[in-house]
């Protein structure tokens, strides 16, 4: 008996004129990125033309759409002791299915990858790993981690 084969969803297309999910983590990965974004959650003139520029950059098509390629890009490893950018943007997506809607409950923004934020990063990747055998528990933001918080993963 053969089971269902499950994927870790795409990730997302974002373009100019979108707003919140997953716009702040983008705008967070783009200031890694070399790019001087604010973090507002709107796909807005600004963070289009960092995109563009990231793109550029990074000499992929440039279109100012943040498709697979540019996701792809935009993603770095972080792990348990890192600190910056990268790390608010894995907190921002955790305080994205903070269900409670107070933004003072739930993983803060801060930009340490700390004990709550590793608890935070191994439960959701324990919830995947059920299903997605390409997820590893360890702890560490990889590519796959990435995508699957990107792509709105187990979210409400």
Same mark, same amino acid.
């Given at each position: 008996m053969t089971g269902t084969v499950h994927t870790i969803l795409p990730?997302?297309?974002?373009r100019q004129g979108d707003q919140q999910h997953p716009v702040p983590t983008m705008q967070y990965l783009l200031r890694v990125g070399g790019q001087?974004?604010?973090?507002?959650?709107?796909? =807005?003139?600004? @963070?289009n033309t960092a995109s563009r520029a990231f793109q550029q950059a990074e000499h992929l098509t440039v279109d100012g759409?943040?498709?697979?390629?540019t996701w792809g890009a935009l993603v770095v490893i972080v792990k348990?002791?890192?600190q910056g950018d990268a790390v608010r943007g894995v907190q921002e997506e955790f305080q994205y299915r903070n269900e409670s =809607?107070?933004? @003072?409950?739930?993983l803060q923004v801060d930009g340490v990858f700390g004990p709550m934020t590793d608890e935070a990063v191994r439960?959701?990747?324990q919830a995947l790993a059920q299903?997605?055998?390409e997820v590893t528990v360890d702890g560490i933001v990889g590519?796959?981690?990435w995508r699957a918080l990107v792509s709105g993963m187990l979210s409400f």
């Open positions: 990730f997302p297309l974002v001087n974004v604010q973090v507002d959650g709107v796909f =807005g003139p600004v @963070t759409i943040v498709g697979p390629k348990k002791g890192d =809607g107070d933004p @003072t409950l739930g439960g959701f990747q299903d997605y055998p590519p796959i981690t």
